[in-house]
Structure formats: structure tokens, C-alpha cells
């Protein structure tokens, strides 16, 4: 699911709007990077991930970047994506999150996010790769010392 919290405009769809990955109510499919002219910019949540992986591909190039994750720690991903409507930048940033909203102590409030107490240490695996020749990812498995991106 997808979760709109900040947007521009309604290509980016409306605050406090849910969707169902990756198409907002108006059609627009939030996965497909918007040009600068449309001077736009919006942060969503994607919510009740599926995996414990992400990617990012330009289809046209074939090729990305992914990564895993602990799905038990980082349990949502935060989108911000600014297509020339903030400062003029160009930009897509996709990040593993503890939860959501970004205040901590709304997210704590709606058990959505964890509490760290002191002396208790977290500790987790974080794998990243950059993958050449694939157009569409299906999964991103990490084993270990590899990482292996799977195309769809």
C-alpha cells in the first residue's frame, strides 16, 4: 500500500491519501519517474511491504541500484520525490524507515514504528548493489558475502 504525506500538486496525489502500490486514484503510476517540467514534489510511504528489498531501475538504460533490508526493523520505505518543484532540484530518494509519520511520537502513538530503549542495542545487515542489463527487478536476495538481483 502507499500512504501520500506531502505532495505539490495532484500529479503526486492528495495529503493523507492511501493508494494501492503503485497507482494513485487519479491513474498516475507513482512508480514511473515524473520529468523537471512537472514541477512537482511529494514524500509517500510505502506500507505493508511485500519483501525485504527495494530497487530502483531506468528501464530505458537497463540499469539500477537495490538493496535489502530487515523487513522487522525497517518495515516501510520513504519516497521523496522532487521533479523541479522544490528549489529547482531534480531528485528521487527511496529509504528503508522504522515506521511512519515521520514524527516519531505520532508513529509510536499509532504502533507503527519501535521504541529503543537505552543499552539495547540493534544490530542488522543493510546490502546494496548496483546491476546492469536488467530492465524490471522481481526480487533482490542477500546470502551472505552475494547479493543477487533477480530480473522479472
Given at each position: 500500500?502507499?500512504?501520500?504525506?506531502?505532495?505539490?500538486?495532484?500529479?503526486?496525489?492528495?495529503?493523507?491519501?492511501?493508494?494501492r502500490w503503485s497507482t494513485l486514484p487519479t491513474g498516475e503510476d507513482i512508480s514511473r519517474v515524473l520529468p523537471f517540467e512537472a514541477d512537482v514534489f511529494g514524500g509517500h510511504y510505502a506500507t505493508e511491504l511485500?519483501?525485504?528489498?527495494?530497487?530502483?531501475?531506468?528501464?530505458?538504460?537497463?540499469?539500477?541500484?537495490?538493496?535489502?533490508?530487515?523487513?522487522?526493523?525497517?518495515?516501510?520505505?520513504?519516497?521523496?520525490?522532487?521533479?523541479?518543484?522544490?528549489?529547482?532540484?531534480?531528485?528521487?530518494?527511496?529509504?528503508?524507515?522504522?515506521?511512519?509519520?515521520?514524527?516519531?511520537?505520532?508513529?509510536?502513538?499509532?504502533?507503527?514504528?519501535?521504541?529503543?530503549?537505552?543499552?539495547?542495542?540493534?544490530?542488522?545487515?543493510?546490502?546494496?548493489?548496483?546491476?546492469?542489463?536488467?530492465?524490471?527487478?522481481?526480487?533482490?536476495?542477500?546470502?551472505?558475502?552475494?547479493?543477487?538481483?533477480?530480473?522479472?
Amino acid at each position: 500500500m502507499g500512504l501520500v504525506a506531502q505532495s505539490s500538486g495532484s500529479a503526486l496525489g492528495s495529503v493523507g491519501e492511501p493508494y494501492r502500490w503503485s497507482t494513485l486514484p487519479t491513474g498516475e503510476d507513482i512508480s514511473r519517474v515524473l520529468p523537471f517540467e512537472a514541477d512537482v514534489f511529494g514524500g509517500h510511504y510505502a506500507t505493508e511491504l511485500q519483501g525485504n528489498w527495494l530497487a530502483l531501475t531506468n528501464t530505458e538504460k537497463r540499469v539500477g541500484f537495490g538493496m535489502t533490508f530487515p523487513a522487522d526493523i525497517f518495515h516501510t520505505l520513504w519516497i521523496w520525490q522532487v521533479y523541479g518543484g522544490w528549489r529547482g532540484l531534480y531528485q528521487l530518494a527511496i529509504e528503508p524507515w522504522v515506521g511512519y509519520p515521520v514524527r516519531w511520537e505520532e508513529a509510536l502513538a499509532a504502533g507503527r514504528t519501535h521504541r529503543l530503549l537505552p543499552n539495547d542495542p540493534v544490530e542488522y545487515t543493510v546490502s546494496a548493489a548496483a546491476y546492469t542489463g536488467i530492465e524490471r527487478v522481481s526480487a533482490i536476495h542477500s546470502d551472505g558475502d552475494k547479493i543477487r538481483v533477480l530480473p522479472r
